[in-house]
């Protein structure tokens, strides 16, 4: 049996396995009474209805997976990337636009494969739970807005690689690299104001109460006002959240409505003081020198890899090619791809408390920060107890009751 098949079915049903157990695990851990932190906050019905709504989502993440697993092993085993490629290279075009071909097929059938997935948990998980707010016609057009978006994005990256590999020798890794990461920057810079908007509305914060106590907070921060905006996230969900995005003239820190509708003056400005702690901190700027350096990385193994002739009879191909070279490294990368995100979420926690720490040091307002991370888990369903396990793997934000001690911490 050739090799290269194995390992890539050890870790296709590794990754499945260890998915499974991992949820296993998160689940039986939160069937506990109601932590002490939030007594007062959930009544025991609610607490309940929290626990059930991890269950269920665990549960149907579950039953996905148990239907994608086999079905790429099969597609694996049949054959069924030559059956796409043979039928690509039908349309006798050179080696992009075959590439081109080959891959729009196989992720638009892939797509194609989630929608239902998508419908259930739209409407049927988050309408039982009170959450969802998406229309059919809202949904239909993230669909096709998300489409585009992969294909011109996806397109331009996709061809500049294969266009490296095809003609630049032995460094195309490093030019691949190099014009992604540009790419990467510029993208990043004008998504708040091209991309963002796309999906929803943003408006710069109105006069009012909020927003002269904002102008009072970030006056003493040194941060320009003109940063702050709302965004409809009510189009689609009850959800609250904030976040704080792009570089230099388009950065922005944005709060959802449906968390200025549910929270105080003094929760807000906390919250606003946490993101603004992203920023002077310099995390997205961190984050983002991290991703440039894993991307070289990916580039130059990915390059060990290419017109590999073994890789090419484990997935029964007829022709080598760099297109199909891309996809075939990408089931060898994932366990790589897995080690690096558990460092970036692991870093990731580190600034979530470096943040609150900023937000309380500098607002000084400790009982509105702990008092909108309860709201905001209370709102949210979130889970209160989940497995160690759980939050070192995945989690980007730490447990909400960690944060309020950290916070506790810091104060005393
Ligand atoms: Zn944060």
Known sequence: ??????????????????????????VRHANTDLPEEFIGYYNEEKYKKSQEYLKENTRFGIIRDTIFTPAIVAFILFGGFNVVDQFARGFNLGAIPTGMIFAAMLIFASQILLIPFSIYDTFIIEEKYGFNKTTPKTFILDILKSWLLIA?????????VLWFFEKAGPWAWLYCWITVTLFQIFLMFIAPVVIMPFFNKFIPLKEGALRSSIEAYGGSQNFKMKGVFTMDGSKRSTKSNAFFTGFGRFRRIVLFDTLIEKHTVEELVSVLAHEMGHYKERHIFKSMAISILTTGLMFYILSLFINNRELFAAFKMEEASIYASLFFFGFLYTPIEMILSIFGKLLSRKYEYDADGYSVKTYKKPDSMIEALKKLSVENLSNLTPHPLKVFISYSHPPVIKRIQAIRMICS
Request: glycine residues 8%.
């Open 152 to 160: 011109v994005i996806g397109g331009i990256v996709f061809s500049i």
């Open 1 to 26: 049996m050739n090799l290269f098949l194995v390992i890539i079915l050890v870790i296709l049903v590794g990754t499945y396995l260890l998915d499974l157990i991992v949820d296993t695990l998160d």
